[in-house]
C-alpha cells in the first residue's frame, strides 16, 4: 500500500482546489526550494498551494550533481556557520531518506606531501566543527592503498589521498518526496500550472494568476494566498518583474554540465576529486553501473530548461579528467548521455563563475512577494523553514517548529538497511545491479510497488499514480532517471511505459506516439549536442 500517493491526473479538480479558499501561502515553483517550503509550511499545518509551471523537479532540480554535501568545501571560505549547517542537515536527510542518501567516499588525490598534509589538518577540522560521527570520518592513504582501491588512477602521479564521505541522492526524486509528503500533509500541489500575473489587494501582493500549461489546455485558476513566495530558481528575477516592473536584476545564472559514462569505460569504485584544466575541482561519481563526470561552471545568459551543452564544454571535463586515469582517451563516443543545469546565484559584480557565493537569500519585495533564491540542494530544508519563520513573522503569526526533520520523505521509513532492502529485492527476482537502482530509487517502498511486476510498465504506473508524472518525459527524465542513467539514454524503455501511463492518462494513439517521439526528439538533440547524431 502506498503511502502519500500524489495523482495529480483530474486537473480541474485540480484547478478547482486552488480557487476554493484563500491560502496562508502560495509558492511559486516546484523545484526543491518551493517544494521544501511547502513541506514545512503544511507540516505546520498551514494551508498551502504550490504551482509548478512544469514538471515538478524539471528546472535546476534535477540536473545538480546529486552530491549532499558535509560542508567541507565551505571551510575554505572560512564560514563556520554554513559548515556546520550543511553537516546537521546531510545528518537529518540521512533519517528522514535514506535512500536518497546513500553514502559516497570522496578521494582527494594530493600531488604533494605539504598539499597532502594541508587536506588532511583541513578535514580534521571539519570532522570537529561539523560532529561528524566516528565512523564516518577520514581515511588517509598511502599509494599503495591507493593502487588496490582504485586501480584505474595514475597513482604514481601522486603522494597519497585522503578519503572521507559524501551523500548521493537523486535530486529529481528527491523533489518528488518532498511535494509527495506536502500533499500528504495538505498542500494543493499542481504541476503544469504556471504563475502568469500577480493578484494585488491594495499595494500589496495576495495570490497569482496561473494557466494550465499542457498541451491545448485552456483551464487557469485565480490563486489567493496572504503571502506569495517566489521559488521559480533560474526564473525567480521573472516572477520578481511580475510584482515591480522596475526591479534589479539579481541572479546570476551559470551552467554546468555532466557528462556519463558506463562503469566498465570509467571503472571507478568512489568519486574521484581532480583539479580541471583550470584549476578547479571536478569529480567523477559511480553510480550503480554508471559514472559520471562534473561539472562545467560558465555564465549563462538567460533561463532556460535545456541549456545547451557545447563541445567546449564536452572537451573540458574529458581533457581535465584525462590524465588522471589509466584508460586511454576518453571519447565523444564513451559518453552514453548528459545534462546541463543553472545555478540560479545571487550576483556577485566582478567575480569569476566559481567565486560566486552558493549561499540562499530572502528578499522581500515592495508588495510583499518572498522570493528565494541562491542556496543548494543540500541546505532545502534549513531554507525552507527560515521561509516558513519569515511568513509568519510578516503574518504575525505564532506555531510550533514544522517536524520536518523528523517525518521520514515517502520511501524512506525504514525498517531495515539498504543491503537488507537489496537483498529482499533479490528475493523478487532483481538483479544485483536492479536492486541497486530500484532500493535507491524507490527506497522502502520498492517492496510495495514490484510485487507483481517489475521494469518501466510498472514504474511508469507507480509514476502516474503516486508520484503526479504527466507525461512521458516525466517519468522517462526525472522518475525513473533512465534519460540520464540506461544502456542507450533509454529509449529502450519508452514504448513499455507509454503503453502504461496511455492507459492511466487516456492518451490516443496519436498521443501515445506523440509523447514517445518528444522523448526521441530530446534525445537526438542530446546526442547531436554530444557530436553523436548518428547513434539514434
Ligand atoms: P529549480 O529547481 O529551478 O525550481 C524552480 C522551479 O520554478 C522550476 O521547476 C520552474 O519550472 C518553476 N517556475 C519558474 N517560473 C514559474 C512560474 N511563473 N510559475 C510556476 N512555476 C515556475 N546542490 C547541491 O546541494 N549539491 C550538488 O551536488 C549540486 N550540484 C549542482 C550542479 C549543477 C550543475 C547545478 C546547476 C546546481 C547544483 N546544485 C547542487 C545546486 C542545486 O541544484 C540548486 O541550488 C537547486 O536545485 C535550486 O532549486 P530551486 O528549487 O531553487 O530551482
Redesign the pocket.
Known sequence: MIQSALDLRDRRAGFAALEAETFDLLV?????????VARDAALRGLRVAL???????????????????GGIRYLAQGDLGVVRQAANERRILRRIAPHLALTNPMVVLAKSKVGLKGFQAAIWSYEKLGHVDKHERHENWDLDHLKEEEPAVRAEDFAGAVVYPEYL?E?GRL?VANARSAAAAGAVVMSY????RLIFEGERVSG?E?EGTLPGETQGSRVRAKVTVN??????D??RL?EDPGADRRLQL?????LVFHRERLPVSRTIIMNAVDKRGIFAVPRGRFVYL????TFYPE?S?WPEITPDDVRYLLDSAEPYFRLGRLKETDIISAW?????LIGEEGKKPSEIS?KDEIMEGPAGLLS?????????RSMAEQVVDRYEKMVGHKSEPSPTDEQPLPGGDFDLSMEALRSRLGSLGFSPDDAWRAAQLYGREALDIFVEDRGPAAEARHAVLSEGALTLEDYWVRRSARARFDDNGGVGALEEAAASMGVLLSWSEAERRRQIEGCLSRRGRELQALGLAEGL
Open positions: 511559486i515553483g516546484g523545484g526543491i526550494t518551493g517544494t521544501g504551482v509548478e509551471a512544469n514538471d515538478l523537479g524539471s528546472g535546476t532540480s534535477s540536473r545538480s550533481s546529486k552530491l549532499i554535501h541522492t535530486d523533489v500550472a504556471a504563475a502568469r497569482a496561473v521559488a521559480a530558481g533560474p526564473w525567480v521573472a516572477v511580475l551559470t551552467k554546468g554540465i555532466h562534473g561539472t562545467t561552471d533561463p530548461y546541463a543545469g543553472l545555478r540560479p552558493r528565494i533564491a541562491g542556496g543548494k540542494l543540500t541546505s532545502f
